[in-house]
């Protein structure tokens, strides 16, 4: 079944920066972005960002004027760019969208989760 692949995930030194991809598997396929979000050990999994398709972003306060949400025009990769990273962002990285394959949506689909680690 299709499914959304993520990448770009990685350690990085604190106020570093990493973008992190989010895809279909299938190539055809585009997305109905949905948002990112992250889990920290220990802790429930939060919201980070939230984008339409049309591109419209929310922020958590936590990661405002550091992280930026898009999607490609394509509307078939959705990014999250990182800037000045902080050790408490360390988590492991969820997207989460809708999928549009051959005229069929695949809803409320989660990528596999990309660890992120900061380091001080």
């Known amino acids: 079944q299709v499914q959304l692949v993520e990448s770009g995930g990685g350690l990085v030194q604190a106020g570093g920066s990493l973008r992190l991809s989010c895809a279909a598997s299938?190539?055809?396929?585009?997305?109905?972005?949905i948002g990112w979000y992250r889990q920290a050990p220990g802790k429930q999994r939060v919201l980070v960002a939230t984008?339409?398709?049309?591109?419209?972003?929310n922020y958590a306060d936590s990661v405002k004027g550091r992280f930026s949400a898009t999607i490609a025009n394509a509307k078939n990769t959705m990014y999250l760019q990182m800037n000045s990273l902080k050790p408490e962002d360390t988590a492991v990285y969820y997207c989460?969208?809708?999928?549009?394959?051959?005229?069929?949506?695949?809803?409320?689909?989660w990528g596999q989760g990309t660890q992120v680690t900061v380091s001080s």
């Open positions: 989460n969208a809708h999928i549009i394959l051959r005229g069929s949506i695949y809803p409320d689909k």
């Open positions: 299938e190539s055809i396929a585009s997305l109905n972005p």
């Open positions: 984008i339409s398709r049309s591109g419209s972003t």
